[in-house]
């Protein structure tokens, strides 16, 4: 099984970043991805109400490569 290694940011409200880290950590649990690091939230700049995550994330899938369609 290859490894595919992605940095991720992920940026959004504080409870929607709170659920995609839930995703990320569900997929880790069942064998589909392992988590290298996660930064702790950074708030943005300014006013903002967003935060951002940063991610180093192996994606433990092996896809058929006729599967894989091309962006």
């Not at 992605?6 to 709170?18: N, Q, V």
């Not at 935060?51 to 091309?70: C, G, N, T, W």
Request: glycine share 4%.
């Amino acid at each position: 099984m290859a490894n595919h290694r992605i940095k991720m940011r992920l940026m959004g409200t504080a409870e929607d970043l709170e659920r995609w880290l839930w995703f990320v950590q569900k997929m880790q649990e069942r064998g589909l991805a392992t988590i290298i690091e996660k930064s702790s939230p950074y708030k943005n700049r300014g006013e903002s109400l967003q935060h951002r995550v940063y991610l180093e994330v192996d994606l433990l899938l092996d896809a058929p490569e006729d599967e894989i369609k091309p962006l």
